[in-house]
Structure formats: structure tokens, C-alpha cells
């Protein structure tokens, strides 16, 4: 069996990893990489990180590019590839421009189609954007669906998908959490907290497309006003966007108890996160991943596609006003029993086996 992987962003090369370096190893299997560099710089440091060498590389990162153009140049340069390499199956991951034009590649090509990380919803096609819009394309084109949990598998049956076409898989993510949680910690991370001291750790990821603008700007005003507490450290990697930039340096800049950094890669943000005692995240990817080190969570959205952490306790969505940020944080602070009550909740996203559930339903549906 041929199996081409696809994927160019940062958080897909994470979740597709594990399943990669399983393929590699799974008898009977030809498997290859193509990556589209949606992403250049974030997508490297995680090929590196898990020592996956693509057999194709798009390279199609180009700064200020709109959808249309990188939707475009994957239409362009990934056809000719799957002409060449004619797999039996295409695996993507997720929601992003690289996943939704990979899936209708396929589909022209009449090549079956694996969506890894299916059925994860908002209902509202506009949050988050463009991804709520890109996972539900990728779903009317996929032959088989790996949905992380039960709540995502009844999303694709209440939409008509075939019970059949769907496996419950648990979520990759955790997969590659677990690898690289073990690795020793490095250096970058050292030197992160020997400069924060003993202080209680925020860490802070906010970037979504949707929080441009007013949105982000309350985030940043609620964490300047948490920033007068003198028992914590706010953390925030901030990332190179502009329009993330700009409102966080105007605000946050030069603010005692705000640690601005550079965005970081992988390995050292998952070992700062295992320092903090709180996140506050408009991320998907640390959704997830926090709930694995008992790290209560606090969404800074006003929709989740990841409710099963909501329902299990782990994350709490607290939207982007700034009195509510505010509010909930600081109850997390400064209530033991509030903090215990997150900080034990089970992690609803997997076992640390979705790869190998993954390939197994992927071996057993061709046979």
C-alpha cells in the first residue's frame, strides 16, 4: 500500500509525526513525505526535531501571501506529485489551506483520502476562520475518518458520514507529547526560568486570526492587569505576525511581571509548559496538550471545536473581555480548590496510541 503524507504547518508536522515514523516501520507500507512549507521556519524545526526527511518539499512559504496563493501554488506543485507517485492513500491532518486543497487533489485524482484529526466543529463557519470551513470541505472528500474522540465521531455521523468510514483514534498530538516530553530539557528552556526566578508561570499563546484587532487587545489589557501581582510571571512567545505584534509591544512592552519572548520552537515551548501553573491559549494544538501535564487552561475564545476538554473540566472557555479573563485567572489563583478541581480532571484526548490506531484502520479497511 502507497500512502502519501501531506502536511506544512507547525502543529500538523507535530500530529502527522508519530504517524510518519510508525508508516516508516509498518510492513507492507510504501510510505512518503511531502511537505508544502506552509509554514517554513516552525514546520523545520519540528522535521528536525523528529528527524523526518520529506521525499518532497513545496517549499511555498512566501511572506504576505494570501490564501488564494497558497491554495493556488498547492494545487500547482502537489498534482504533478501525486501523478507521479500514484498512492493508494492521502493523509492530512486538521483545518489549514494545506489540508482542504490537499483533500481536493485527491479527489480529482480518485485517490482515497485519510483525514486525520476529523470532525472537530464550532457550527459557526466564521470561528475559527478559515479553519471551521477547511475541516468541514476535507470531511465531503475524505473516505475515512479519524476523529479523536467520541464527540468529533458524532459530528460526522450527525452530518451523514458512514459509522463505517469513521475510527475513534484519540488525537496524535498526545503521541508526540509524550516523545517529546522525554527528551531532555534544553537549554533555551533553562535559561527562560533561571531568569523568571521562583515565580508562579503564566504562559500565554493568543494569535488566532479571529482575535486580530480589538480582541487581542483585550487579552493584552487583561494580562497587563494581572501583571500587578507580584507572585507570578507572565510568559507570552509572541508571534511574528504584525498584526499580533503590534497591540502586544504597544501594551505589554516594558511591563514588570510580562516576559515577552520570540516565538519558540517545539521542543522548548512543551518544557516551558510544563513549568507553568496557568495558560491562557487561543491555540487548538494547547488545548490538548496542557490537560496531559494537569495544567488548568483558560480559552480565550469565545467557541471551541475541542469541548470534551470543557465538559471534562480541563479547559474553561473565558472569551476575549477583559473582565472575564481576568476574573477566571485570578480565581485559579487564589482558590486551591478551583485549581485542584482543573488541575485533576482526566484528559479527554487520547492515550498516547493514535498512530497506531490510525495505521491499524487504515491496514484493516484494505484488506
Not at 30 to 36: D, Q
Not at 203 to 217: I, S, Y
Not at 286 to 297: D, K, N, R, V, Y
Not at 335 to 345: G, I
Request: net charge negative; charged share 25%; aromatic share 6%.
Amino acid at each position: 500500500m502507497k500512502i502519501l503524507s501531506v502536511f506544512g504547518t507547525r502543529p500538523e508536522a507535530v500530529k502527522m509525526a508519530p504517524i510518519v515514523k510508525l508508516l516508516a516501520n509498518t510492513a507492507g507500507v510504501e510510505s512518503r513525505v511531502c511537505v508544502t512549507a506552509q509554514h517554513r521556519q516552525m514546520l523545520d524545526q519540528v522535521l528536525e526535531l523528529f528527524e523526518i526527511k520529506p521525499d518532497y518539499d513545496l517549499d511555498l512559504m512566501r511572506e504576505d501571501q494570501t490564501m488564494a496563493q497558497i491554495s493556488a501554488g498547492i494545487f500547482t506543485h502537489l498534482d504533478p506529485i501525486l501523478e507521479d507517485f500514484k498512492p493508494d492513500w492521502v493523509l492530512a491532518v486538521g483545518d489549514t489551506t494545506t489540508v482542504v486543497t490537499t483533500s481536493l487533489l485527491a479527489f480529482y485524482r480518485k485517490i482515497k483520502f485519510g483525514h486525520v484529526e476529523a470532525g472537530l466543529r464550532t457550527h459557526n463557519k466564521w470561528h475559527p476562520f478559515p479553519e471551521e470551513m477547511n475541516r468541514r470541505l476535507a470531511t465531503v472528500t475524505a473516505d475515512l475518518h479519524f476523529a479523536p474522540t467520541e464527540w468529533s465521531q458524532g459530528n460526522l455521523l450527525r452530518e451523514g458520514v458512514d459509522k463505517k468510514a469513521i475510527a475513534v483514534t484519540g488525537n496524535s498530538v498526545i503521541d508526540a507529547l509524550k516523545f517529546v516530553s522525554k527528551q531532555a530539557e534544553p537549554q533555551e528552556t533553562k535559561d527562560i526560568l533561571a531568569k523568571l526566578g521562583n515565580q508562579k508561570i503564566i504562559l500565554v499563546t493568543a494569535h488566532r486570526r479571529e482575535n486580530f484587532g480589538k480582541p487581542l487587545e483585550n487579552i493584552c489589557l487583561a494580562l497587563k492587569e494581572l501583571a500587578f501581582r507580584e507572585d507570578i510571571e507572565i510568559v507570552y512567545p509572541v508571534h511574528l505576525n504584525p498584526n499580533v505584534q503590534e497591540p502586544v509591544n504597544r501594551i505589554l512592552k516594558n511591563i514588570p511581571h510580562i516576559t515577552l519572548l520570540p516565538p519558540l520552537d517545539y521542543l522548548p515551548l512543551v518544557h516551558l509548559m510544563k513549568h507553568a501553573m496557568l495558560i491562557l491559549t487561543d491555540s487548538g494544538g494547547i488545548q490538548e496538550e496542557a490537560p496531559a501535564f494537569g495544567i488548568p487552561t483558560l480559552v480565550l475564545r469565545d467557541v471551541t471545536e475541542r469541548p470534551e476538554g470543557v465538559a471534562a473540566g480541563t479547559l474553561k472557555l473565558v472569551g476575549t473581555q477583559t473582565s472575564f479573563i481576568v476574573q477566571a485567572a485570578k480565581r485559579l489563583l487564589e482558590d486551591e480548590t478551583a485549581y485542584a478541581e482543573m488541575a485533576k480532571a482526566v484528559n479527554p484526548y487520547g492515550d498516547g496510541h493514535a498512530a497506531e490506531k490510525i495505521i491499524e484502520a487504515l491496514l484493516s479497511i484494505n484488506k
